[in-house]
């Protein structure tokens, strides 16, 4: 059996603050294999970013409360000192952001910092560093790289940006790449080319991508599998074809029919009724409990757990799988 390039085992983070304990992530394990694709959706403040910034290293030690296991082949890296979190982190798990200016320096040049940020983790002289980041430049598409790489962040448009990002992000191939929300605040063309970007620079490199996104459609298109997390839990994982073809948690149907996909109507969208819970006062049973069309009394209890009902397809819901099946099925003649 290979060894998993990444597996997450009961990870937990919570925020005390003045109003009570925020449990943004409770509970999330999960697994990818190298050169695997995961998306990972869910509404606003289900816990996607903590996840992922928890998997970097990048929360504050002081206000972050974070427990369980992040074992990147096979290292525990909640037991890292922050100067190993570092060095693993770039050179070994790439991140993209949506804000680029989040991670490129707006008074250092752009070839510069790409340079510079491989000088950090490989013994290279700075002439060399400064040829490799102008050929990355140069890969993810970036016209007239040469110059360009003497231009500061500000000069590039903001698909360039996004560009210069990925090129910083994967200038080192790393073996994972953790993306979130990488195109949101990009118009549709550019979205595009920065996808299939993302998917050629895995191609070539073999890294794994783990894409956090609203879009569903994006998830359809570029990724091999899909986590849906909600109120800091994984209530449904399964791959592409699991989620679209057979979704079996209440909260995924409902994210299904309040996301725009490429090829349904917008009039036929409809919002999940309700909001989401606060996460300090978690409802208690099933947390989606009071928001769930077919809710019943069990639900309120008790947690359900996250099982696999079928080969590689988990869902956190006390339906039965006949139930799942058949409402899934009668929703899909609905919307036909
Ligand atoms: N430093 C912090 N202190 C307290 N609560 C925090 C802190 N950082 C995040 N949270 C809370 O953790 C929860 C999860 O946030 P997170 O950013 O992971 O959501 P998300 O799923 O990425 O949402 P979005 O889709 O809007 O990006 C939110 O309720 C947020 O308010
Ligand atoms: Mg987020």
């Not at 200038?171 to 605040?185: G, K, M, N, V």
């Amino acid at each position: 059996m290979t060894e998993k390039l990444l597996e997450v085992k009961d990870l937990r983070v919570q925020f005390p603050t003045g109003d009570g304990i925020v449990k943004a992530v409770d509970g999330v394990s999960f697994s990818l294999d190298a050169g695997e694709r995961l998306g990972v959706v869910g509404e606003s403040g289900s816990g996607k970013s903590v996840t992922f910034l928890a998997l970097m290293g990048l929360l504050d030690r002081k206000a972050a409360n974070v427990t369980g296991q992040i074992l990147f082949r096979g290292q525990d890296l909640l037991k890292l000192r922050p100067d190993e979190f570092r060095r693993i982190r770039g050179s070994e798990i790439g991140m993209v952001f949506q804000d680029p200016m989040s991670s490129l320096h707006p008074l250092y040049k752009v070839g510069k910092q790409i340079a510079e940020a491989i000088q950090a983790h490989e013994d290279v002289t700075a002439k060399d560093a400064f040829t490799r980041a102008i050929d990355m430049l140069d890969r993810v598409g970036i016209p007239r790289p040469e110059d360009r790489a003497k231009q500061y962040p500000h000069e590039f448009s903001g698909g360039m940006r996004q560009r210069a990002m990925i090129a910083m992000g994967l200038c080192l191939s790393p073996d994972l790449l953790i993306a979130d929300e990488p195109t949101t605040a990009l118009d549709v063309t550019v979205q595009a080319q920065i996808l299939d970007l993302i998917d050629r620079m895995r191609d070539e490199f073999q890294t794994a991508v783990i894409m956090i996104t609203h879009d569903l459609g994006v998830v359809a298109e570029h990724t091999d599998r899909v986590q849906v997390m909600y109120a800091g839990k994984i209530v449904e994982a399964g791959t592409i074809d699991h989620i679209y073809h057979g979704a079996h948690h209440p909260y995924t149907w409902g994210l299904m029919q309040s996301i725009s996909r490429l090829d349904e109507e917008q009039e036929r969208l409809k919002p999940i009724k309700g909001a989401p819970p606060s996460l300090i006062f978690v409802p208690s049973g099933c947390s989606f409990h009071p928001r769930c069309p077919y809710v019943m009394d069990v639900c309120k209890t008790e947690v359900p757990p996250l099982e696999e009902e079928e080969y590689g397809h988990a869902s956190a819901c006390h339906l039965t799988l006949e139930e799942k099946k058949r409402i899934f099925a009668s929703q899909v003649e609905v919307r036909t």
